[in-house]
């Protein structure tokens, strides 16, 4: 596997992701890492540092010439604080996200770490840009850089203690399921404005907030079967999601019809997974006529659609990298602003309806404890972790997951232009009912096994 350089083109994948960026709306990968300990903060701004340095990519822009037809990875000057450091509580660890993403957006910087302290633990969040890396190779770049950075509670060296922004407190995750919040005038579907896929309803909040916030929460991990089979976690993630879709816009007296969901599936060729640096993932389209169908109705079909997803009987390159593909002709700069143009047109009639995504087993990184970082200084164990992924509007949501030690962490990231705190806490709620509601028949039918 090639090691990254800041000399390499820019593949067509990593161009789609990087165009698809708008100013408020930078496409990311995040982990939130909570640990039973707190982090050295010097060994980890050392850590980030010796990072960037072997990874050239890790500080590197797409540039080219007036007339160049294909981008180049070129480094940008270095700047910025690496490490952010905040106290607080989870309402903290949502505005550090979003400062770390807002600091990636543009390819500005192409990662950044922040910490926030929570007492006797720590909470890591690593914000990466989606042209660099995908999710597995964000989890290995969070796990090099925390085997770098020992229990021992030192204070801030390098590290800059940094106050992001506190929003308004936020209760524990995911109260217990209530009515869908009532029909206001900021739910009504947006004058003027094509509608494809099905929308989700709008619920925005104080007009002073902006960009993105987060929710996140842990459950034990759930079976179910379907009419077509065995469904995995992932089905179970994606046929949850679309139910709360629809029951989200019901509660808001808004019809639902076809629901899109975007998919990232692993696909391509794995790359360099020591280093963390490259796009392994494809994109999976999936679309499901909701009206008068039963969640296992829904789960079968989430069903049927991904065992022809994982047998290639479909096609994973997303639609933005086969335009790409088609117009490497054109100038680099000319195709750029071609491609935004369109995209900004487009977007709201073909952009799905919602992003599912699930990174997998993190326990072959995270899962046992006392392994030795560096100076023979044993880590912090991982007690939680969550990734994050962002969508633009007028998508605006996604909703994502890890699995650790056993446990499934959910998480749904929500642009503040669709949703307020509350709404996108009752919608991951719905998400999760959803999920234990799916997996009642089956283990109905395993009770009656062992009862017999």
Request: glycine fraction near 10%; proline fraction near 8%.
């Amino acid at each position: 596997m090639r090691r990254a350089s800041a000399r390499e083109l820019v593949s067509g994948a990593e161009e789609a992701v990087w165009l698809s960026d708008r100013p408020a709306d930078p496409r990311i990968v995040a982990l939130v890492a909570r640990l039973d300990a707190p982090a050295d903060l010097v060994r980890l701004d050392a850590a980030v540092a010796a990072l960037l340095r072997a990874q050239p990519r890790l500080a590197s822009r797409p540039a080219a010439g007036p007339v160049a037809r294909r981008w180049t990875w070129e480094p940008v000057s270095g700047g910025g604080e690496r490490v952010t450091v905040a106290s607080g509580g989870d309402a903290q660890v949502a505005a550090v996200v979003e400062r770390l993403r807002t600091a990636v957006a543009g390819l500005r910087a192409g990662l950044r770490v922040g910490v926030v302290r929570q007492g006797e633990h720590d909470t890591v969040i690593l914000v990466v840009h989606h042209a660099l890396t995908d999710g597995a190779g964000a989890l290995k770049l969070l796990a090099g850089l925390l085997g770098s950075a020992g229990p021992n509670l030192l204070a801030a060296g390098p590290a800059q203690a940094v106050a992001a922004p506190a929003p308004p407190p936020v209760p524990a995750p995911v109260p217990a399921i209530t009515a869908a919040p009532a029909p206001s005038a900021s739910g009504r579907a947006r004058p003027g404005v094509p509608q494809g896929p099905s929308r989700l309803a709008p619920q925005p909040g104080d007009a002073s907030l902006s960009g993105y916030g987060c929710q996140l929460t842990t459950m034990a991990p759930v079976r179910a079967s379907s009419s077509a089979g065995p469904a995995t976690t992932n089905d179970l993630l994606v046929a949850s999601t679309v139910r709360a879709v629809e029951r989200w816009n019901a509660g808001q007296d808004r019809s639902t019809g076809r629901v899109v969901v975007n998919m990232p599936v692993n696909t391509q060729p794995v790359l360099d997974r020591t280093s963390g640096v490259g796009n392994a993932t494809g994109q999976a389209v999936l679309t499901f006529d909701v009206p008068g169908r039963t969640g296992q109705q829904v789960l079968a079909a989430v069903v049927r659609q991904t065992q022809e997803v994982k047998t290639g009987r479909e096609g994973h390159v997303a639609p933005a990298e086969r335009v790409v593909g088609a117009l490497q002709w054109l100038p680099a700069r000319l195709r750029a602003r071609l491609l935004r143009a369109v995209a900004r047109r487009v977007s709201p009639v073909l952009m799905p309806t919602i992003t599912v995504s699930n990174v997998g087993r993190a326990d072959a990184l995270f899962g046992a404890a006392g392994a030795t970082g560096a100076a023979g200084a044993p880590p912090p164990t991982v007690q939680a972790l969550w990734f994050l992924t962002t969508a633009g509007m007028p998508q605006g949501l996604t909703v994502t997951a890890a699995s650790l030690r056993g446990t499934l962490h959910l998480a749904v990231s929500y642009s503040r232009e669709l949703f307020d705190d509350d709404a996108a806490r009752h919608f991951l709620a719905l998400v999760v009912d959803g999920m234990v509601e799916l997996a009642r028949p089956m283990q109905a039918a395993q009770q009656a096994d062992v009862s017999r």
